[in-house]
DNA sequence: AACAGTTGCGAGCAGTGCTCACAGAATCGA
DNA sequence: TCGATTCTGTGAGCACTGCTCGCAACTGTT
């Protein structure tokens, strides 16, 4: 119970973690999900097969813990976008910004994009912060919304909103800490309309449906959330 | 070389090939991807592991069949959609019932959205005729963004689209199908458009990413889509 | 020095995709 | 009708996967 934080051992341990998960992280980036071999990430570290499961409880643990440390950089990638912004951005300019490091995050990672929100591992089951962690991301996002006059197309979304805010104490909470009162169903509406335009680009170009065709993935983002900007009546 | 057009023998080899897909339909709905196992689909069809070789070159080449087929299923259901349509239907009210079609398809048989428009499998290429399908899908479209006066936010993305199809002769063509001359480069913008627009929402709602939250796809679909049209300045 | 906890290994099980050599049946040509 | 060719199916086998078990060794503490 005195002094030392981490015995030596947990040290090492967190260590080899460590290395396998980035031995992981490259078996993923050459061939996606099913690359990831337990055997082969045994053999690359100098261990042997069945040694692996004293680090991780299972493959499915491994790969859940490449989920939630993508998401939680994922949001940070954002967030770091968001601290960087002058205060007097214009909530427009904000938005694209936002949108920019997203895809940017994405674009030069596509693997870790498509194993937080592309098809979900067969058996697998989501863990339960993914939720927190997936608001994390579209935190920064809603003050842009605040004070937005949201056009008759996007309104029935932000109905929406409203009667889920109320049923959800957690959405509630979130939008509360980023939008000043009154405004969470606008802020809301454009967060999640805001992530599925995110999607929509980004998955299809990460996925390579955009590969020999004339459009890239930059342009499509920030028409958008350009559009997206003149539903919501943003400066 | 007279009457018969498919001998006894070739009938019964596509009933086989037939069933056998109709089985990994199955696994696929239940398991994902990787749960469709030639195996046990042999098991299940009577016959023994190596037979399925003499009706799939490979597992690979199977689920390209699976994808094609849903490919050419989605476009149908499209196209029908478009035929259902009275003559005189606004472009907003089309884009809305096509767009409704294409979710209701998918949220159908999430499986195969997520086949088509998912995690590209890990060693896989795409079969050559890909675009060819995804075109079928997005034709229906086109006509719907013919007349249309692009706002600032989207006429970056008609811009690219002139230049696209310059380029791209099959593009051209495949838009002057569809389009009055001169609205080519706008009506490309819409659909590409439309498409990530539909890949968001659908995207997200068939990975179950909507599961526990307030919000549906349909009027996140009706909502994206009314507020293309009016960056669309369609009536 | 003895004890417990941790870490690693080898063998083994069940499952996967896929290849091979071989046997039987269906089909076609003479 | 007979013979040859093609097609279809089988069992054995290879290499790989995730994962479990029992046993040995090594570490840190008492």
Redesign the pocket.
């Known amino acids: 119970m005195s002094g030392s934080r981490l015995?030596?051992?947990?040290r090492?341990?967190e260590q080899?973690r460590a290395e396998i998960k980035e031995i992981a992280l490259r078996q993923l980036a050459e061939g996606g999900t099913t690359a990831?071999?337990?055997?082969?990430?045994?053999?690359e570290v100098?261990?042997?097969?069945?040694?692996l499961?004293?680090?991780?409880?299972?493959?499915?643990?491994?790969l859940t813990d490449l989920i939630r440390d993508a998401y939680t950089d994922l949001a940070a990638a954002v967030g770091a976008a968001a601290d960087a912004l002058p205060a007097d951005t214009s909530p427009r300019a904000r938005l694209r910004a936002l949108a920019a490091a997203c895809r940017t995050w994405a674009v030069a990672q596509p693997h870790r994009y498509l194993l937080i929100e592309g098809t979900p591992v067969p058996g697998y089951s989501a863990p339960p912060d993914t939720l927190d962690s997936a608001r994390a991301v579209l935190g920064p996002f809603l003050p842009a919304f605040a004070g937005g006059e949201p056009s008759a197309a996007v309104r029935p979304v932000a109905e929406q909103m409203r009667t889920w805010a109320a049923g959800d104490a957690a959405v509630a909470e979130w939008a509360a800490r980023h939008v000043p009162a009154g405004d969470e169903a606008v802020a809301l509406a454009g967060a999640v309309l805001a992530w599925t335009g995110l999607h929509g680009v980004i998955g299809l170009e990460v996925a390579g449906q955009f590969a020999g065709m004339g459009h890239d993935g930059a342009t499509l983002l920030t028409a958008q959330f350009d559009a997206l900007a003149d539903a919501f009546g943003l400066r």
Do not use: Q
């Open positions: 015995s030596p051992r947990d090492y341990r080899t990831v071999a337990l055997t082969r990430i045994a053999k100098g261990l042997s097969g069945p040694a499961y004293r680090y991780f409880d299972s493959r499915d643990a491994l």
